[in-house]
């Protein structure tokens, strides 16, 4: 019940900030109702999946300090799970996401033992190298389709099929994720008001610190990093069901890891708007980019000589992100 | 038996110019402690330059060096004058994105400029000719030059540290900038003189690298991977390090020769079944976890 109560309680934030974001939840409620074109519906779902995978990683990135660079392997074991379990067995995705979850964080364990003995670069650097063994394995191994990669054909389950997640239109599949949006977005209110929460914060400024205070700072580590890692294969899950089709060259790619990464690092990490709001401006910006520049006018890779321009400013000038200029503008109005 | 010498040799010639990739980067981190994470686009760009130039001239991309190293040189220091100085204030989170970035930028120019296809050399003197040594040993003449010239390459920049005020320059911002501020030693010059020695050796070995590899945009990362575990097991920031540890490396990409050996030495039927040269470069990922979770500190390093 405290849980709960933790959960819903926003009141530490700022009024304004309440207001602007109802009035945002309430545009994504309506959204679907004068929704133009289907590119803009893709988009927004995008932007939820997006989301939900920048605020996993803003629990370890951002509130815990440790830069991970291979969250797109929990994407891939969720994606994979998922699919594997529906092609071979017919297991619907209610069931086969929850066992996906339990894959991830036990394969979380495994290597987050090691892991968090690096710190800095070296953390970083081991994280994308899990990553690419995983995706190697995978582009090898024939039980999950190996290089040609898994299919969901919508012809085998007539949409709209609730359980196993396979419709038609992308409305069913706009109001799910939004579901899943408000949900985790509840999850990390409570997380960062969390006795856990806490002492991430504390590892980041000051590990040693954070030990003389008696913190496991190894566990807490491990925790947040399979909560992390729950997040983003649950979304994963969610991934396959939606685009249907998964190669291991796409879906485990590092370019996803460090999208992941960016994005919360973007609005503003270790802040609870930061993932939502780096999502909001980059992935827009990625489809209409990809749509006017990349498809359009035929100049391949443009899009992300953009992209790669946006992330270089943002970490030369603002590492700390969108929310990082809002923070600042209002210290100097208090002043 | 044959096969076994045949893949430690190649393995030997590979790790030579291996080690002449992971130079710049060890060299970088150890002035400044900043990981380049668009180290192995730095060496594509090499590639491309020497195919680029060697094409155009009509040359051996052999020939093609000194070109190579300007442009890297220049690219290093343009990079760190223009970027990287203001990326370095920041906490590492941004320090490893702006890297990122960077890399981003450099693959998807060269996409939009050269196309994703791969290139290849056709022409040139040592293309197609091989040395036959004997006892299974068959080395290719473009790959033989290219692990002499990058011992050669890696021994002027080992010497540039090490025998000359410029290199005691280096080292001293590496241990410790701000003395070295004290003692009249320009660090900020010295840092992009280390930036442009780091993007120079790299791209001296692309002009290498291309005359056996075919290049498109998309070959950096596993350079980079490459050249991180090169350094992680070197050790961060030292140099004879580099070079052992890219011996060692070079042995580490030969692995499926090593398994082809064992297959058929011991004959065992399920060895076969091992797609053992679509893992090819997994091991190199392997190796580096396993070598920053056992001695993060690497074989020779004196830096973590």
């Given at each position: 019940m405290e849980t709960l109560k933790n959960a819903v309680d926003f009141s530490d934030f700022p009024r304004i900030d309440l207001v602007i974001a109802g009035a945002v939840a309430f545009l994504f409620l309506i959204f679907p109702l004068f929704s133009a074109s289907s590119f803009a519906m893709a988009t927004m779902i995008q932007f939820f999946m997006f989301s939900l995978y920048g605020m996993g990683w803003n629990t370890i990135g951002g509130y815990g300090g440790q830069v991970d660079l291979g969250k797109a392997q929990y994407v891939g074991i969720g994606a994979y799970t998922t699919a594997v379990m529906l092609l071979r067995w017919d297991i619907p995705f209610w069931v086969s996401m929850p066992v996906g979850m339990g894959i991830a964080v036990i394969w979380s364990f495994i290597i987050g033992y090691p892991l968090f003995r690096l710190k800095g670069h070296y953390f970083a650097i081991a994280t994308i190298a899990t990553s690419l063994v995983l995706k190697d394995l995978f582009t090898v191994w024939s039980f999950v389709g190996a290089a040609r990669g898994l299919e969901i054909s919508p012809i085998t389950y007539p949409p709209p099929d609730y359980m196993r997640l396979i419709f038609k239109e992308d409305i069913y599949y706009y109001y799910l994720i939004l579901g899943f949006f408000f949900l985790g977005l509840l999850y990390m209110n409570w997380f960062r008001k969390s006795r856990l929460g806490f002492q991430l914060r504390c590892i980041k400024d000051n590990e040693d610190m954070a030990r003389s205070l008696g913190i496991n700072v190894?566990?807490?580590?491990?925790?947040?990093?399979?909560?992390?890692?729950?997040?983003?294969?649950?979304?994963?899950?969610?991934?396959?069901?939606?685009?249907?089709?998964?190669?291991?060259?796409?879906?485990?790619?590092?370019?996803?890891?460090?999208?992941?990464?960016?994005?919360?690092?973007?609005?503003?990490?270790?802040?609870?708007?930061?993932?939502?709001?780096?999502?909001?401006?980059?992935?827009?910006?990625?489809?209409?980019?990809?749509?006017?520049?990349?498809?359009?006018?035929?100049?391949?890779?443009?899009?992300?000589?953009?992209y790669a321009l946006i992330i270089m400013i943002v970490s030369a000038f603002e590492p700390r992100g969108i929310w990082g200029i809002v923070e600042k503008v209002r210290r100097r109005k208090r002043r | 038996m044959d096969l076994l010498l045949g893949s430690i040799a190649a393995g030997i010639v590979l790790g030579m110019v291996i080690a002449l990739v992971a130079l710049g980067l060890t060299i970088i981190f150890g002035v400044m402690e900043i990981v380049n994470f668009a180290h192995g686009e730095f060496l594509m760009v090499g590639m491309y330059t020497g195919l680029l130039t060697a094409q155009a001239t009509g040359t051996d991309p052999i020939f093609t060096l000194p070109v190579a190293a300007i442009v890297g040189f220049?690219?290093?220091?343009?990079?760190?004058?223009?970027?990287?100085?203001?990326?370095?204030?920041?906490?590492?989170?941004?320090?490893?994105?702006?890297?990122?970035?960077?890399?981003?930028?450099?693959?998807?120019?060269?996409?939009?400029?050269?196309?994703?296809?791969?290139?290849?050399?056709?022409?040139?003197?040592?293309?197609?000719?091989?040395?036959?040594?004997?006892?299974?040993?068959?080395?290719?003449?473009?790959?033989?030059?290219?692990?002499?010239?990058?011992?050669?390459?890696?021994?002027?920049?080992?010497?540039?540290?090490?025998r000359t005020k410029i290199g005691k320059a280096l080292t001293a911002t590496a241990l410790n900038a701000q003395a070295a501020r004290y003692m009249g030693i320009p660090t900020e010059k010295m840092n992009a003189l280390a930036w442009g020695i780091g993007g120079g050796s790299v791209t001296v070995a692309g002009a290498l690298i291309v005359n056996f590899w075919a290049v498109n945009p998309f070959m950096?990362?596993?350079?980079?991977?490459?050249?991180?575990?090169?350094?992680?097991?070197?050790?961060?920031?030292?140099?004879?390090?580099?070079?052992?540890?890219g011996l060692v490396v070079g042995l580490i990409m030969e692995i499926p020769g090593f398994w082809d050996f064992f297959t058929y030495t011991f004959d065992w039927p399920w060895m076969a079944d091992v797609p053992m040269t679509s893992l090819k470069y997994m091991w190199i990922y392997v190796a580096y976890f396993v070598i920053t979770v056992i001695r993060p500190r690497g074989l020779f390093g004196w830096k973590h």
């Open positions: 190894h566990w807490a580590k491990i925790k947040t990093y399979a909560i992390a890692t729950a997040f983003v294969s649950m979304v994963g899950s969610f991934h396959v069901c939606y685009i249907k089709v998964i190669e291991p060259v796409d879906i485990m790619s590092l370019d996803l890891s460090i999208l992941i990464a960016l994005m919360a690092m973007l609005g503003g990490a270790g802040s609870l708007w930061g993932p939502i709001i780096g999502a909001g401006v980059l992935i827009p910006l990625r489809s209409y980019l990809k749509e006017w520049l990349g498809a359009a006018a035929g100049l391949v890779g443009i899009d992300l000589i953009f | 220049l690219l290093g220091v343009i990079c760190y004058a223009g970027f990287i100085k203001f990326l370095i204030r920041g906490p590492m989170v941004a320090q490893l994105l702006g890297t990122f970035g960077l890399m981003l930028f450099l693959r998807n120019l060269a996409l939009l400029i050269f196309g994703s296809s791969d290139r290849t050399v056709h022409h040139g003197i040592l293309v197609g000719k091989s040395f036959d040594i004997g006892m299974g040993i068959i080395l290719p003449a473009t790959k033989a030059a290219a692990a002499g010239l990058s011992v050669i390459a890696f021994l002027a920049v080992w010497l540039l540290m090490n950096g990362l596993l350079f980079t991977m490459i050249a991180f575990t090169v350094v992680a097991l070197g050790g961060f920031g030292s140099v004879p390090g580099a070079f052992f540890a």
